[in-house]
């Protein structure tokens, strides 16, 4: 049983060194964001260390001087050094209160200058990542610790680290106060603290091992309460009648995390009142011995009240100093967390030889034999998937969903790599050309366009930032896409604010946002077009009018256009039918027509409900 005990010991020791490395690492993250700020506020920690023992050698000074003054019967002389005494016990307090409000200053500076840095290398974290990595639970885990617990950490740990300092500067003063009535009491005062330590460390490793096993759950939480307050979803919860079912999940989620945290909280309790028990019976026996000591005359009153003060703020400090130091461990268990975040790699690495992209494209972009699957799923969404799309001409891509399309066109803007097979510009190697300089050759609109609560100029202008204040190119890329004629309705035009994130803002309908997206797309002069369902959120009059400016838009451009109406893929050059992650079926609208195969059974399938939707009723 003991040398079980011995082991998990000298385990928790070994987990503890383990953190020097985050621990110093945080220090330098703090350093570097706040560098005059940490300068100012070590010099207060040195100063507040050294002023209790002031006051403890002032009371020295004022307890003896006053027995004397008794013992003398002369009052009145000995009256003017006691007040002078009492002047400067009053003077040393009120210079404490003055560095206690000027650290709370320096420390609100601080904080705020090292949270914005922080969160500022955590977004920047997040950007770097791969689109893979959005596509994982474990991720969003690892991102909910980094943002929501282990971001403030760094600044606990550096509180923490100065509350041992300052503890540490007043205790070895104590200690040595304390030595001149006996070299055994600075020990009885490290035993006396011991059993809290031990509480402490137990404790704060007990809190961290809770957080890692309740973060699913908190995450589910707080997406119960997103479901419960989001614009997103409230016409839904009203129209179903979820609200109920959404809360009472929320509710029950947090009645199980409140009972774990209550149950460790009173655990401590009681192992931190029996810690104190322990602490007070020694205390009360080195108190004993000195009031032996006083009846005795070998000490005078005024020693006794140096050492009752030196002993009592000793045991204190002592007490601090041993939480910090278990603080300093939980602190750096949490930024175990943090900085395991910031070791993610992306896996899109840049070339090590990298090539230039080809400009102009003159073969076109090919796919060969690729095969891919996303993370985390045993189906392949493409396999030895084949495909060309010459230079300067429109490519289709039709079929049912999951049958790939999507997928292609995030090959093709290196989201992801291949696991199998090559994506080629030219016949270079998508992997071989710079990432930035890949990308700036391709515009393009996703199935699910981004909604910026930005201003009409800004939502296009993201398309491409340099442009953003080229007033004349934004509205050419909104006439394009069709986007103008609402525009010129609103009140102010292009700096209307749009979305309803912030007040005054203007909310559109699915297919005006999609025509900004488009406006977005086109504003961005990239030789490759990708448009994956450009026409999904508009009705047939938006639909047939931006249908006619497709093929002026795609002029001198290599372009793919992903689409489920055949009304639209019939104005490519060459469509492509998808199914199960391969090409079933290719040529021009005309040839898979007369081919009869799942093209053409679709489209008179389309073309039936079309004509069945324009029938006017009886």
């Not at 600044?155 to 041992?164: D, F, T, V, Y």
């Not at 509205?475 to 604010?497: C, H, K, M, N, Q």
């Not at 109406?565 to 998808?578: K, L, N």
């Amino acid at each position: 049983m003991v040398c079980r005990s011995n082991h998990k010991l000298a385990a928790k020791f070994r987990k503890a060194a383990s953190q020097l490395p985050n621990l110093v690492r945080a220090v330098f993250m703090v350093w570097e964001a706040t560098r005059g700020w940490t300068l100012a506020w070590g010099l207060l920690v040195v100063l507040q260390g050294l002023l209790p023992v002031a006051n403890v050698w002032l009371l020295k000074v004022f307890v003896d001087g006053l027995a004397a003054a008794v013992g003398s019967g002369q009052l009145a002389p000995r009256f003017r050094s006691l007040l002078l005494v009492i002047v400067a016990m009053a003077a040393v307090t009120l210079v404490a209160d003055a560095l206690r409000s000027l650290t709370i200053w320096i420390r609100t500076a601080q904080s705020g200058l090292f949270q914005d840095h922080l969160k500022h290398l955590i977004q920047q974290k997040s950007m770097e990542l791969d689109l893979a990595f959005y596509e994982s639970a474990e991720f969003f885990d690892r991102l909910y610790r980094a943002q929501f617990e282990a971001g403030y950490r760094p600044m606990i740990l550096l509180e923490n680290l100065g509350s041992l300092a300052q503890n540490g500067i007043t205790l070895v003063a104590m200690a040595a106060v304390l030595l001149q009535f006996g070299p055994w009491l600075p020990l009885i005062l490290i035993v006396s603290t011991l059993p809290a330590f031990c509480v402490v460390l137990r404790q704060n490793l007990r809190e961290h091992e809770l957080w890692l096993r309740t973060t699913v759950d908190e995450r589910k939480s707080r997406y119960y309460d997103w479901v419960m307050t989001s614009r997103e979803t409230a016409a839904e919860l009203r129209v179903f009648e979820l609200g109920s079912h959404f809360s009472a999940l929320f509710r029950t989620l947090r009645e199980a995390l409140r009972g774990d945290r209550l149950a460790l909280t009173r655990n401590r309790a009681l192992a931190d009142l029996g810690a104190r028990t322990v602490g007070l019976l020694i205390t009360g026996a080195a108190m004993a011995w000195m009031v032996w000591r006083v009846l005795l005359g070998a000490i005078t009153l005024g020693d006794l009240a140096l050492f009752y003060q030196a002993f009592n703020q000793g045991k204190q400090m002592m007490g601090g100093l041993l939480e910090n130091v278990g603080q300093i461990y939980s602190n750096s268990l949490f930024l175990e967390n943090l900085f395991e975040f910031f070791r993610l790699e992306p896996g899109i690495r840049e070339p090590e030889k990298p090539v230039s992209a080809p400009a102009p494209l003159r073969e076109g972009i090919r796919f060969r034999h690729v095969a891919f699957r996303y993370p985390a799923s045993e189906k392949w969404a493409l396999e030895d998937f084949s495909l060309t799309v010459p230079a300067g001409k429109m490519v289709a891509l039709v079929g049912p969903n999951g049958a790939g399309k999507s997928t292609v066109i995030k090959l093709l803007c290196r989201l992801y790599d291949p696991e199998a097979g090559q994506v080629e510009l030219d016949g270079v190697d998508l992997r071989c050309i710079p990432l930035r300089e890949l990308q700036d050759n391709i515009t393009i609109l996703f199935q699910e366009p981004v909604k910026y609560s930005a201003m009409v100029h800004e939502n296009i202008g993201y398309g491409e930032l340099g442009k953003m204040k080229d007033s004349a190119a934004v509205e050419v890329a909104a006439r394009r896409a069709g986007a103008d004629g609402f525009i010129e309705r609103f009140p102010d035009r292009y700096d209307t604010l749009l979305g309803k994130w912030f007040e005054g803002g203007i909310d559109l309908s699915a297919g005006e946002w999609q025509r900004i997206a488009l406006a977005r797309a086109f504003l961005r002069q990239s030789p490759i077009l990708i448009l994956d369902e450009p026409t999904s959120s508009m009705d047939s009059w938006a639909e047939a009018d931006w249908l006619g400016r497709l093929r002026g838009l795609a002029q001198g451009r290599t372009a793919i256009l992903i689409t489920h109406r055949f009304t639209t893929a019939m104005r490519a050059d060459m469509i492509h039918v998808m199914e199960n992650g391969g090409i079933v079926e290719s040529g021009t609208h005309e040839e898979l027509l007369r081919q009869g195969g799942r093209y053409a059974e679709s489209w008179r399938r389309q073309m039936r409900n079309l004509d069945r939707d324009s029938t006017p009723e009886p």
